[in-house]
């Protein structure tokens, strides 16, 4: 069992501006009306703010996360999750998405590098590969 915990964990907006803005613009010059570049602008705007929404959600900024190989948990003021690590889980350079099946309902949690001291982000992505080889395995 391992148990670390996750503070200053921010979201990072400029990608969603960036990826957002470049898509609203470049589309938006292929459209011929004036209404309906507005309409696309106002569109991207609408999407980028609901997924900036769903990221900050599953992005929490503290708490305590514990693994023991099988099962993990996360507790916060505000979020309590049990479950495992599912197949679904991404591990990326600087940032795991953790995809947490529990028995009712599932989640997703993201952790940044910045969020936790080295050793721990290191072995939360060995924790994170080993769940998805085992997954990958038994199917």
């Given at each position: 069992?391992?148990?670390?915990?996750?503070?200053?964990?921010i979201a990072d907006h400029k990608p969603f501006v960036?990826?957002?803005?470049?898509?609203?613009v470049c589309y938006s010059l292929f459209l011929t009306t004036l209404t309906a570049?507005?309409?696309?602008?106002?569109?991207?705007?609408?999407?980028?703010?609901?997924?900036?929404?769903?990221?900050?959600?599953?992005?929490?900024?503290?708490?305590?996360?514990?693994?023991?190989?099988?099962?993990?948990?996360?507790?916060?003021?505000?979020?309590?999750?049990?479950?495992?690590?599912?197949?679904?889980?991404?591990?990326?350079?600087?940032?795991?998405?953790?995809?947490?099946?529990?028995?009712?309902?599932?989640?997703?949690?993201?952790?940044?590098?910045?969020?936790?001291?080295?050793?721990?982000?290191?072995?939360?992505?060995?924790?994170?590969?080993?769940?998805?080889?085992?997954?990958?395995?038994?199917?």
């Open positions: 069992m391992y148990r670390f915990t996750i503070d200053n964990n960036v990826y957002f803005s470049l898509f609203a570049q507005i309409i696309c602008l106002f569109s991207c705007a609408i999407c980028g703010f609901i997924s900036w929404q769903w990221y900050k959600k599953s992005h929490p900024q503290q708490g305590v996360f514990i693994l023991a190989p099988p099962q993990c948990r996360f507790e916060n003021n505000t979020l309590k999750i049990n479950g495992h690590i599912s197949n679904r889980s991404r591990v990326y350079q600087r940032s795991v998405w953790l995809y947490i099946e529990g028995f009712t309902n599932s989640h997703w949690l993201i952790i940044n590098a910045s969020g936790v001291d080295e050793q721990s982000f290191i072995r939360l992505k060995r924790a994170t590969l080993a769940a998805r080889r085992e997954q990958k395995e038994s199917k």
